[in-house]
């Protein structure tokens, strides 16, 4: 096996866990709206999700663990795509909001920040607004 083989192998699981956390928040409400669904949609297509995965990943008994990028900014995009899937049905309700929190520290931000940055997100998140963006209004 190539070394090539590894890493992509290694990004695939990374990309399964992340889709994984996108579905869990998306049921966290006890159903998928239809606007979730087309956003999953969308992320399964980014992230070359199988059809045979995004099924496995739907079922409730699976878990996945949050398997963090390596750098910041690639930590900040997954929390990003938390928060366009959150924002999708123009709703956060207190469940969503515990899980940003686990998903967000499962990420590698402390407690502190996980707070400052899930509220700043709250406050300037409209759903249409790009990673530029976003991750200028967070550092800024």
């Known amino acids: ?18 889709f994984a956390a996108l579905a869990t928040l998306a049921a966290v409400d006890g159903e998928i709206s239809s606007e979730e669904k087309t956003m999953l949609d969308k992320f399964a297509n980014r992230l070359d999700i199988t059809e045979a995965e995004y099924k496995e990943v739907m079922k409730k ?23 366009r899937l959150v924002f999708s049905d ?30 700043r997100s709250t406050a300037i998140f409209s759903g249409k607004i790009d990673f530029d963006d976003y991750l200028y209004l967070l550092k800024h």
Not at 4 to 13: F, M, N
Not at 61 to 83: A, C, W
């Open 90 to 119: 123009h709703l956060i309700d207190q469940e969503e909001m515990v899980l940003l929190k686990k998903y967000a520290i499962g990420l590698g931000f402390s407690g502190s920040q996980a707070d400052k940055i899930i509220e």
């Open 1 to 18: 096996m190539a070394i090539a083989d590894l890493y992509i192998s290694g990004e695939h699981r990374r990309n399964l866990a992340h």
């Open 61 to 83: 008994e699976n878990k996945y663990p949050i398997v963090p990028p390596h750098d910041s900014q690639g930590r900040l995009e997954r929390l990003y795509d938390l928060f």
